[in-house]
């Protein structure tokens, strides 16, 4: 079992950042591929970025390449979402998940969510 805790969310300007964190529970934290995904209002839940257990391989939603950047500690248990240069239809509730079978892209896939942290980027 993982327990996924975000946090880092918040209201900022157009143009900023913000750095979401997602601390894991247990001692496996290594094993699981790690997503980040995001639901604007009325809107369905969608993939934001998503990277492997090592670290090594990264993944992007095309409309975030280049602002945001996916990073994990293991060391830590912690996977984090950089993002930069905010727009307001970043503008959403964003959860992490944790997922045992290398996959990314598909919210089917994984197995744990954290209770997501509401990014409102204003104009």
């Known amino acids: 079992q993982v327990q996924l805790v975000e946090s880092g969310g918040g209201l900022v300007q157009a143009g900023g950042s913000l750095r979401l964190s997602c601390a894991a529970s247990?001692?496996?934290?290594?094993?699981?591929?790690m997503g980040w995904f995001r639901q604007a209002p009325g809107k369905e839940r969608k993939f934001v970025g998503g990277?492997?257990?090592?670290?090594?391989?990264?993944y992007y939603e095309d409309s975030v390449k280049g602002r945001f950047t996916i990073s994990r500690d293991n060391a830590k248990n912690t996977v984090y979402l950089r993002m930069n240069s905010l727009k307001p239809e970043d503008t959403a509730v964003y959860y992490c998940?944790?997922?045992?079978?290398?996959?990314?892209?598909?919210?089917?896939?994984?197995?744990?969510w954290g209770q997501g942290t509401q990014v409102t980027v204003s104009s």
């Open positions: 998940a944790a997922n045992g079978r290398n996959t990314y892209f598909r919210e089917r896939d994984y197995d744990y």
């Open positions: 247990g001692r496996t934290f290594s094993r699981y591929a």
């Open positions: 990277i492997g257990g090592s670290g090594a391989l990264t």
